[in-house]
């Protein structure tokens, strides 16, 4: 019979699997389930079948591209299915002297039963091609592709047609997300037993697509492998902010002090300080510039605003159940004298910007913070290259942690959560209008008052993400991308930090 994905699979799983474990894992996985492996090639072709046939229903002309490996066998698969169901279907063959795989051979073999003859990487495709597959390079790669897969990712991705990646688009790493050469662009991609980190950072979010993932049937024998990392959504919201007491009062939601806003950056800390409210912060002191005191106060009057000095940074600090302390905060004289002031404060605290760009002029390692620089900020705080940060963001996540302590937010396309308790988790939230100024100020307003409604130092960093990449796509959802401003979150962050009141997203 058919294997079918059943609808619920369809749901991304939160669990993340580095691709080498489950490479090694997956002939156990095999033995203990009776499944062989050229059965499981068979299922993950079948998966990914049907999913080109519901999403590209009226595609009659596909080309399989097959490489050498068992990604190639998926490929045949889906070849020999596609043919049998009366589809126009061309397999172009990446083959070498090196022999196939086992299972891939059979896939292979099943295929050429028919009499058909495939393309070389170097014959001219057929006209009015309306789906491509992408079977050349499997989960395995680490360094650029190499002819003849790199002329033909270029043909692909410079073809109309749209691409279904199997497990992975080529050239995209399943580890880091990072991308040494040509990578396939993919409008959707079935992933195959489970997820893969580079499949939800780094490059990954202009190469994936669409992602849709099949356990092939080995659900159960994963679950009993611990994940090192997790995925998290706006499916875990209510899971950390549980509906609040009729009983409670604004003294039980944390007392938040907020330092920056240096002259000419006061917006920096004005955005800090609503987004701090609109998340659910009991009482909100904000420490700036003198010079704009009095507008920030007027502008919103909830905020408790005061001129920044050693006085007044002395009662905050006392005053305080968490500090954050970077938007806008500048470099110069002023901003050094109250980051000394505060680092060494034993309270829950957040570093963001500039707080972190003085950090890595003299760094000492802390474990109450939390740390959120952006790529350019990390490279400064790890003395390397902005490229080197990219080429595996999760490798410098924990690199962050090891040197600084507490919880690092590395941010970015699938920011990336670390842990000194060696959580580690990716955020599958958010969108490029978020490339905008401030928008790094609303999510350290965010994490702060999350901190201050009790949530441990990791549950804050992982929530204040998901809500503030969540509001993001909910306004991508109905206006776009462009154009969109960190103020536009403010009045929809109370939404995501109230999730018994957001709707669950219907499955397929």
């Known amino acids: 019979m058919p294997y079918t994905v059943p609808a619920h699979q369809r749901r991304l799983p939160d669990r993340v699997y580095p691709p080498d474990w489950l490479r090694r894992e997956e002939p156990d996985a095999a033995q203990q389930t009776g499944i062989t492996l050229y059965a499981l090639m068979q299922r993950a072709g079948e998966a990914a079948y049907q999913h080109a046939r519901r999403c590209y229903p009226n595609a009659r002309r596909w080309l399989v591209l097959c490489g050498q490996g068992n990604n190639g066998g998926d490929g045949y698969v889906v070849a020999t299915l596609a043919r049998a169901a009366g589809i126009d279907t061309t397999v172009v063959a990446c083959r070498s002297a090196r022999p196939l795989p086992e299972e891939a051979q059979c896939a292979y073999a099943t295929w050429q039963k028919a009499g058909d003859v495939a393309l070389t990487p170097d014959d001219p495709w057929p006209d009015g091609i309306d789906l491509i597959i992408d079977g050349l390079l499997g989960t395995g790669l680490s360094s650029a592709p190499r002819a003849p897969y790199e002329a033909l990712i270029a043909r692909a991705n410079a073809h109309a047609a749209p691409v279904l990646a199997l497990d992975i688009p080529s050239g995209l790493n399943a580890q880091t997300g990072a991308c040494a050469g040509e990578a396939i662009v993919a409008a959707c991609t079935v992933t195959f037993i489970a997820l893969k980190p580079g499949l939800l950072t780094g490059r990954a979010r202009a190469c994936v697509g669409a992602l849709h993932y099949a356990d092939l049937g080995l659900s159960t024998w994963l679950q009993q492998h611990p994940a090192p990392m997790r995925r998290l959504s706006r499916e875990h919201l209510p899971g950390w902010l549980t509906p609040r007491s009729p009983l409670e009062h604004k003294g039980e939601h944390g007392r938040l002090l907020l330092v920056g806003g240096n002259a000419g950056m006061g917006g920096a800390i004005a955005m800090a300080g609503e987004a701090a409210l609109r998340s659910g912060a009991g009482l909100v002191r904000v420490l700036t510039h003198t010079q704009y005191a009095a507008a920030l106060l007027m502008a919103r009057p909830e905020l408790m605003v005061h001129a920044l000095s050693d006085t007044t940074l002395r009662e905050g600090l006392d005053w305080a159940d968490v500090v954050v302390i970077g938007p806008g905060l500048g470099q110069d004289s002023w901003a050094k004298s109250a980051l000394r002031a505060v680092e060494n404060c034993n309270k829950p605290m957040l570093w963001d910007a500039d707080a972190l760009n003085l950090l890595a002029m003299s760094p000492f390692k802390r ?142």
């Open 367 to 508: 474990q109450n913070r939390i740390l959120t620089p952006h790529p350019g900020e990390a490279a400064r705080l790890l003395n390397c290259r902005v490229a080197e940060i990219e080429s595996d963001r999760l490798l410098a996540a924990r690199k962050l942690v090891q040197r600084y302590g507490g919880t690092v937010v590395l941010k970015g396309a699938g920011t990336v959560i670390a842990d000194e308790s060696d959580a580690l988790a990716l955020a599958d939230v958010g969108n490029p209008g978020m490339a905008s100024g401030g928008m790094g100020d609303v999510l350290s307003g965010i994490i702060g008052a999350l901190l201050g409604q009790k949530l441990s130092r990791y549950a804050a960093a992982c929530a204040g993400c998901v809500v503030h990449g969540a509001a993001a796509d909910a306004l991508a959802e109905q206006h776009g991308t462009r154009g969109m401003l960190a103020t536009d979150l403010m009045p929809v962050l109370s939404r995501y930090v109230n999730p018994e009141w957001i709707p669950l997203e219907k499955t397929e």
